[in-house]
Every structure is written in structure tokens, then in C-alpha cells.
């Protein structure tokens, strides 16, 4: 099956930094999920990107599906931004969705 | 407001009792999901549903079952529950007749614990 990777798996930054989350995948994938997971276990939509660039206020994200990885970038980050981010990608041409392990951002004040 | 809604958010149990998580969505869509997630760990399919009177199972083995009666309503039962399914039970849903070929929208999950 399709075998996703995300890097760096822990990621500890001061507020008002900037940082990247990378999603590698290894086959062809005709959708692409980034998620945040807060402290509470919620699992909040970031970005739905088969391909190319979309922004939502100091997030962003850019999937290259020819070369299989999706990048998300958050700026000026806030305490807020702290939990899990995972991205996730269907299974084989399927509904079903394969999950990265996730990077865990922490942002100190 | 559309949303999808999952009963109890906690649960603590003994063992060999039964319990059904309840999941529901006002969101019209025809796909639901069942994922189960151990803390820390990434999210593993265990069910699916592409409308009423279907039921799939997932990747992850599951002892768990569901139903489809209704096509908001989603609920995951277990008979005889056991330490080992102590986990995080989140619940999605999908529309594939948009744009967004199936994205999917989770619910707030919940968070069992047998003793």
C-alpha cells in the first residue's frame, strides 16, 4: 500500500517563528489532506491540495504531485499552533485515507 | 450549521461491558468513516460506509461493528469490551459529488478507556 512519511516528527519553535512540515508519499495520489490535531484530539481541516499552492491566512501549503511530497508553511506562529499536524492521502485510488505519523509542533511563548 | 457530532466524548468502562459509540453528521454526505487512534500514534481505518445498508471493513482488524440504518447515523459497537481497546475513536464523513473528491470532516471523537 501507499507509504506516507512526515518530517520532522518533533519540531519546537518560539513564538513568532516560521516553519516548514514536509509530507512525502510514494505513489500517485489524486487528493491531499493536511490536518491539525489540537490538545484536545480534534482533527481540524488545514488544506485539501491534490496539487499546487493555497493559502489561508498565515498557513499555506504546496503539493508537487509529480515528484510526491506536500509542503505546509505556518508563519508567525502563535502558542495556538501547538498539536499534531498530519497529512493524509487515499489508499490505492480508494476513499480510504493513509495517515502520516505526524509532526508535533510545540510553540513557546 | 453542519457538523458531525460523536457521543460520549469520554468513556471509562470495565471490562466486558458493552458500549456503542454514537456518531452523527448533518452534512449531508453519503461516506462514513470510523478511524481508530492510539495516543500519539497516526489514525487507522476500521470501518467505512458509502450509504445506508453498507458496511466495509477497514485496514486495522477490528473487533468493533457498525451500522448503517440511516444515512446520518453511523454508530460503533462493541460486544465485550476489553483493556486493549482503550483508544481514540474518531469519526468522519465525505461527499464525492463536489469538487473536493472526498474530503473528509471529522468529528470531535472519543476517548475510551477500559479498566
Redesign the interface.
Known sequence: ?IQVEQSPPDLILQEGANSTLRCNFSDSV??L?W?HQNP????I?LF?IPSGTKQNGRLSATTVATERYSLLYISSSQTTDSGVY?C?V??GGS???V????T?LTVNP | EADIYQTPRYLVIGTGKKITLECSQTMGHD?M?WYQ?DP??????IH?SYGVNSTEK??LSSESTVSRIRTEHFPLTLESARPSHTS?Y?CAS?E?RTS??????????T?LTVL
Open positions: 500500500g489524486n487528493n489532506q490536518f484536545w484530539g480534534q482533527l481541516n485539501y498530519f493524509a487515499p489508499q476513499e480510504k485515507l495517515f502520516g505519523k505526524g508535533k | 461516506k468513516y487512534q500519539g500514534m497516526e489514525l487507522h481505518l467505512y477497514g485496514d481514540q474518531l465525505s464525492i473536493s473528491y472526498n474530503e473528509q470532516f471529522f468529528g470531535p471523537g476517548r
